[in-house]
């Protein structure tokens, strides 16, 4: 089973800031919370990841909270290539750990 | 970071036959992994395919059903033998990053395989 649950869908104004939260409630203190995103007909793709301060680079920003039961994935300036299923994933970094991908959120930038 | 090419991207199969895919990394990797992500699903691992060793399949998949050949650190196939409709999905081929830094997956375009 995933780790993680996520809200199945949001919508989000162009231009607007995209906020998609995730819980993780049963996180160890050895894993890392990672997002990725599937653009339609995509492989995933990795956006950031964090293990608990808070993140950001030229793609998105991440916020953990400080008992590491949750986070949320900023996109400051949503695009509608922005548009995508988005999955967070909690996971101990290196081993070679399998990767359990819950539902994820679907996300819909609207012009 | 490490480039996957996966063939074919798409393909459309009669169902009793098979269909062998290929990934190709940019760059040597210990492990690397196949994914099923059937039609509005999120993605569910098949197996994992070390080099020189047989692949570690997830409850549910079989090796008679997903043959899986690692003949070196930089390729890997997977075949879905004996196709039936409900093996149509996209399948993925990941791998992961090498060294000190946090892991990062890098995934494969992906193959598109419809079974009719």
């Known amino acids: 089973d995933a780790k993680t649950t996520q809200p199945p869908s949001m919508d989000c104004a162009e231009g607007r800031a995209a906020n998609l939260p995730c819980n993780h409630s049963?996180?160890?203190?050895?894993?890392?919370v990672y997002w990725y995103r599937q653009i339609h007909s995509q492989g995933p793709q990795y956006i950031i990841h964090?293990?608990?301060n808070n993140e950001t680079n030229e793609m998105a920003s991440l916020i953990i909270t400080e008992d590491r039961k949750s986070s949320t994935l900023i996109l400051p300036h949503a695009t509608l290539r922005d548009t995508a299923v988005y999955y967070c994933?909690?996971?101990?970094?290196?081993?070679?750990?399998?990767?359990?991908f819950g539902t994820g959120t679907k996300l819909q930038v609207i012009p | 970071s490490a480039v996957i090419s996966q063939k074919p991207s798409r393909d459309i199969c009669q169902r009793g036959t098979s269909l062998t895919i290929q990934c190709q990394v940019d760059?040597?990797?210990?492990?690397m992994f196949w994914y099923r992500q059937q039609p509005g699903q999120s993605l569910t691992l098949i197996a994992t395919a070390n080099q020189g060793s047989e692949a570690t399949y997830e409850s549910g998949f079989v090796i008679d059903k997903f043959p899986i050949s690692r003949p070196n650190l930089t390729f890997s196939t997977l075949t879905v033998s004996n196709m039936s409709p409900e093996d149509s999905s996209i399948y993925l081929c990941?791998?992961?990053?090498?060294?000190?830094?946090?892991?990062?997956?890098?995934f494969g375009q992906g193959t598109r395989l419809t079974v009719v």
């Open positions: 964090g293990l608990k």
């Open positions: 994933i909690v996971r101990v970094s290196g081993g070679y750990q399998k990767v359990t």
């Open positions: 990941s791998v992961e990053s090498q060294g000190l830094a946090p892991t990062e997956a890098f």
């Open positions: 049963t996180i160890s203190g050895n894993e890392y």
């Open positions: 760059s040597q990797v210990t492990m």
